[in-house]
């Protein structure tokens, strides 16, 4: 009974967001919420806004985005800061339409998707709330009842622009309904509804022989022009075209450059006066925001084309590329997994990580940068630390490639080979490496690769193999050094005690014969060297340890293992070293003694409590790391 409870708590409130008032009731409310009267840029800007904007490294993140695209930030940056604000703002941006361009499966989908979505919550919102007259095809802004004659004393007093004119739908209502006395036309709240065809609409092309213009400006009501006589008449009309229902709101013109000319010619007059023509009637105000998308190709082919430049002078165009950070990458592969119904199925760590690392580098461009690959590029791109490599370099590396991220392997192929892996039959954990076959896989069933991209593709496969062995030795490593927390943290004092003396020139005590000895050189430099410390550079790596230790004893602190991660890294791979031949055995052991069972059981429990493997990626780990360690 619960379930009916809350259905009859949702009916109450979708009743409470019908109202129904008068003109003169409704200058009431715009009087004290001028918002209600904005225009559909305005509107999108401002539900985009009230979703939360902040500032993070220079960039702003819109916190509309966050949940649906990942590791766009900078495209979407742009997408609002060059289009939707200033069109906001009434500036010359809002009469283009917005072509979102970019490779299949980018993304393009996904952001139109989610600003009619997002337009359909947001006029349910008091924020968003807004009102049409009552009867308008159009769902008209009342304020067009306001003669042109009286708009500039009308926006001094309320503070409201109006721009556009009624449609003929509503003209001959006020004239015969209401005697042409605007004071008693009836006002309602408009809720914005994709499904009910309210001030959102979407256009797909179709066979251009067949397809009618009357799926975008509306048709003649056959079935009454014989009560009303002419094809002029507006009751002998149909305003049930895409350009008519989705006036307050936007339109989605799927594929536009698939369209037929005689399509994109309405958009023409819409896009620059607000307007378009329809049946024997004068052109008829619209007021949408026009979002298109299309592929490079589609593009290319299109501005190549001399009979379309009126239009492409009235298009923005908005370069949506692939993601081109593999942290990102996982959340999208995390998010499309989530929506099946395969939460019984384990997926280990880091294997939807060596997913994203194959595809991330498909996309990347060669760096004339020297001493930067692919690899070194897609970890800077994530916000890794490269050595002899800044943060800063990024945006040198970005314009180097203005058009990277614009091909490569797209999302859609990946989860397609993870859905492959995780469907087969007694699965119940996944990890990288079937991944990995799983593409490999799919690169031989694929007909349309050219031999010369199969390898290429092969390529980054190996590439990111190779990255899924560091990282399932380090996972192994932390697992084992846990076990030797002692040993660890002997080796993390001894270290701190000889690089103090090194940076204060004094001596240091051996630790049983307490003689006073130099600096342990080789021991420093067997510790910094697992980071990849250079000679050159030890020093300031030092000095920038041991200041760390005198800020944590200011401030009454403990400056422990786990206090500087980099150290922290060396020594537990220093330590990992020391035991490689320990490890080899514990792992590929077949007939382990009572001492290596109780390190492998304190290794697996480490891993599934802290780690989030299970027992069968555990062990498979352990095993796969051993055969690594032996070779």
Same mark, same amino acid.
């Given at each position: ?354 997913? !994203? ?63 492959? !892996? ?126 760390? #230790? ?77 055969? #690594?360690?032996?070779?």
């Amino acid at each position: 009974m619960e379930i009916l409870q809350k259905l009859d708590e949702y009916q109450k409130r979708e009743n409470l967001l019908k109202w129904e008032g008068s003109f003169r009731e409704y200058l009431e409310i715009v009087a004290k919420n001028p918002l209600v009267a904005q225009l559909a840029h305005a509107r999108v800007y401002q539900m985009i806004k009230y979703c939360g904007i902040t500032e993070e490294n220079d960039r702003k993140k819109y916190g509309f985005f966050d949940k649906e695209i990942f590791g766009l930030e900078k495209t979407i940056e742009r997408l609002v800061e060059e289009y939707f604000h200033p069109a906001a703002r009434r500036l010359d941006v809002r009469k283009r339409i917005l072509l979102l361009m970019g490779p299949v499966s980018g993304g393009k989908s996904t952001i139109v998707a989610m600003l009619k979505k997002g337009l359909e919550q947001f006029s349910k919102l008091d924020e968003g709330a807004l009102y049409g007259i009552k009867g308008c095809p159009m769902h008209e802004e009342p304020l067009h009842l306001i003669p042109k004659e009286m708009r500039e004393e009308f926006e001094k007093e309320y503070g409201v622009y109006i721009e556009g004119e009624l449609c003929p739908s509503c003209k001959m209502m006020i004239q015969e309904k209401y005697d042409n006395d605007v004071s008693k036309v009836i006002v309602e709240r408009v809720i914005l509804s994709e499904e009910d065809r309210v001030g959102i609409g979407t256009f797909t092309p179709s066979d251009p022989k067949s397809q009618d213009i009357a799926e975008l400006t509306g048709s003649i009501d056959f079935s009454t022009i014989t009560e009303y006589g002419a094809e002029s008449d507006p009751r002998a009309y149909r305003f049930d075209g895409e350009l008519n229902i989705a006036n307050r709101g936007c339109l989605e013109m799927q594929e536009m450059l698939k369209c037929d000319e005689k399509f994109l010619y309405n958009l023409l007059s819409l896009s620059q006066e607000g307007n378009f023509k329809a049946g024997r009637f004068a052109l008829i105000s619209a007021d949408e925001v026009i979002i298109a998308h299309t592929n490079e190709s589609e593009y290319k082919s299109f501005i190549a084309n001399k009979k379309n430049e009126a239009l492409q002078s009235r298009i923005i165009v908005m370069p949506i590329p692939y993601n081109l950070k593999v942290s990102q990458e996982v959340k999208i592969y995390e998010k499309l997994i989530a929506q099946s119904d395969m939460q019984d199925i384990h997926i280990a760590p880091h294997a939807l990580k060596t997913g !994203a690392i194959f595809s991330v580098l498909s996309r990347l461009k060669e760096s004339k940068k020297q001493g930067i690959d692919l690899l070194k590029k897609m970890k800077l791109y994530d916000g890794e630390d490269v050595e002899g490599f800044k943060q800063k370099d990024v945006n040198e590396l970005r314009t180097e490639s203005p058009d990277e991220g614009m091909s490569g392997v797209d999302p859609r192929y990946v989860i397609n080979r993870i859905s492959t !892996a995780l469907i087969r039959s007694g699965t119940i954990c996944i990890n990288a490496l079937d991944i990995l076959r799983a593409l490999k896989d799919g690169l031989d069933q694929h007909p349309s690769i050219s031999k010369e991209e199969r390898e290429r593709l092969l390529n980054f496969i190996s590439e990111a193999r190779k990255e899924y062995d560091e990282i399932s030795k380090k996972e192994v490593q932390k697992a084992f050094v846990y076990s030797y927390e002692e040993s660890a943290k002997t080796i993390f004092n001894n270290y701190l005690d000889n690089i103090e003396a090194y940076c204060n020139g004094v001596k240091v005590k051996d630790p049983i014969t307490e003689e006073e000895m130099d600096p342990d050189e080789k021991l420093m430099r067997s510790i910094e060297e697992q980071i990849g410390i250079s000679e050159n550079s030890k020093k300031s790596f030092r000095e920038e340890v041991l200041i760390r #230790l005198s800020s944590y004893s200011r401030q009454g602190k403990t400056f422990d293992y786990n206090s500087h991660e980099r150290l922290r890294e060396a020594i537990e791979r220093k330590l990992f070293s020391d035991l490689k031949d320990v490890v080899k055995i514990t792992t590929s052991s077949k007939t382990p003694d009572a001492e290596q069972l109780k390190r492998i059981n304190q290794v697996t429990a480490k891993l599934i409590d802290d780690h989030g493997y299970c027992p069968v990626c555990a062990n498979e780990l352990l095993k796969y790391v051993g055969s #690594l360690l032996n070779r």
